[in-house]
Every structure is written in structure tokens, then in C-alpha cells.
T-cell receptor, first 117, second 111 residues
Framework: SAVISQKPSRDICQRGTSLTIQCQVDSQVTMMFWYRQQPGQSLTLIATANQGSEATYESGFVIDKFPISRPNLTFSTLTVSNMSPEDSSIYLC??????????????FGPGTRLLVL | QKEVEQNSGPLSVPEGAIASLNCTYSDRGSQSFFWYRQYSGKSPELIMFIYSNGDKEDGRFTAQLNKASQYVSLLIRDSQPSDSATYLCAVNREGAQKLVFGQGTRLTINP
């Protein structure tokens, strides 16, 4: 399985500021996904990060609020912009390894715990 | 109707018994089905995936899929206190490179 790291692991931010979360994988992956998990809730997909093209956003999530970069096959960033307390959540990066569609495996990073005051 | 539904629990099972976790899905075109385990404060960990009707066994875990009934389950035999966690069912929709998650079932194994 892929080894995934995320930075930062947690942060406390002031409202109106922005935070960029990094996701690094130890091997090349085709698909990278960003999820949000609000307290006591399940996972909600924010967007799919595609290497070499624009990210694909889910309903209710927009690029201006959650810009994503995917410069290569092992790295992606998610920015949470103009934060409000409602953005307090765990943000998770997930990957589908090269050669394996999402039908077979998808692995999660350790997550970034964000608290917005 | 939610796309993927699970009983949120909590489900309480005595140690050594079989824990049965259930999941239903609404999209008949769904192709692949996943069970993740999530300990409190941790990220989800893949336990099993299944995409053919029937049973798939891996150690103490058995996944069961019935596409006609749009139903997938996870059985945990010889339940251990370390199995206490939230179990997330996830479904891959046909033609979509992404997963849809249920709300999770919180399982507690009592010693």
C-alpha cells in the first residue's frame, strides 16, 4: 500500500485567513482525492485532483474556496481560503495507486485537523 | 434517500461473538464496495473490498455482497476489544472515479 503524509497534522487558524495542506505519497498515483470529515460525521469528497489538469469539484465545493494543485504524480495541495469556524474539520487526502483503479484500493493519509476561531 | 446507508449504532457485541455490520446502497450501477475501519482520532483504514456477489473472506473478516438486494455486509468473527471502532461502508459508482461513504457504524466490543 502507499505511504501518505500530510502537513500540517493540525492547526488553529483565525477566521479570514487561509491554510494550505500538503499531501505527499511515496509512490506515483493516478488519482488523488481530498475529503472533509466534520466532527462526528462521515467523509465528504471535496474534489478529485488530476495531474496535469484542473481539479474536479463536488457539488457544494468551489475552486475559489478550496483551490487545489497537483503538480506531479506524488504531491497535491488543498488550500482552505477565507476560513470561517464552519471550516473546522479534518481534511483527508486519499490516493488510488498507479495501475489500480478506485475499484480496488484507495488509501488515506493521516489527516489534518483544523480549528478555525 | 441517501446513496449509502448504514445504521449509525452504537452496536455493542460481546468479546468472541460475531459482529455483523450492514450497508445498503441506492445506485444499481454501483460496481465496487469497500469497508473501512476508523479508530477515534485516526484516518480510515481499508479492511476489504468486494465486487462480486457472494462472500469474500480475509482472516476474521467476511464481506458479503448481494447486488440484487443492493446490500453489502461485513462480518467480524471472534470479535476483539481492538475491533471497537467506526466502520465505514463505501461504494464506487459506475463510471465515476470516486467513492461515496455511508455515515458509519460505531462498533463496541465488550470484554
Amino acid at each position: 500500500s502507499a505511504v501518505i503524509s500530510q502537513k500540517p497534522s493540525r492547526d488553529i487558524c483565525q477566521r479570514g485567513t487561509s491554510l494550505t495542506i500538503q499531501c505527499q505519497v511515496d509512490s506515483q498515483v493516478t488519482m488523488m482525492f481530498w475529503y472533509r470529515q466534520q466532527p462526528g460525521q462521515s467523509l465528504t469528497l471535496i474534489a478529485t485532483a488530476n495531474q496535469g489538469s484542473e481539479a474536479t469539484y463536488e457539488s457544494g465545493f468551489v475552486i475559489d474556496k478550496f483551490p487545489i494543485s497537483r503538480p506531479n504524480l506524488t504531491f497535491s495541495t488543498l488550500t482552505v481560503s477565507n476560513m470561517s469556524p464552519e471550516d473546522s474539520s479534518i481534511y483527508l487526502c486519499s490516493v488510488a495507486p498507479l495501475g489500480q483503479g478506485v475499484q480496488e484500493t484507495q488509501y488515506f493519509g493521516p489527516g489534518t485537523r483544523l480549528l478555525v476561531l | 434517500q441517501k446513496e449509502v446507508e448504514q445504521n449509525s449504532g452504537p452496536l455493542s457485541v460481546p468479546e468472541g461473538a460475531i459482529a455483523s455490520l450492514n450497508c445498503t446502497y441506492s445506485d444499481r450501477g454501483s460496481q465496487s464496495f469497500f469497508w473501512y475501519r476508523q479508530y477515534s482520532g485516526k484516518s480510515p483504514e481499508l479492511i476489504m473490498f468486494i465486487y462480486s456477489n457472494g462472500d469474500k473472506e480475509d482472516g476474521r473478516f467476511t464481506a458479503q455482497l448481494n447486488k440484487a438486494s443492493q446490500y453489502v455486509s461485513l462480518l467480524i468473527r471472534d470479535s476483539q476489544p481492538s475491533d471497537s471502532a467506526t466502520y465505514l461502508c463505501a461504494v464506487n459508482r459506475e463510471g465515476a472515479q470516486k467513492l461515496v461513504f455511508g455515515q458509519g457504524t460505531r462498533l463496541t466490543i465488550n470484554p
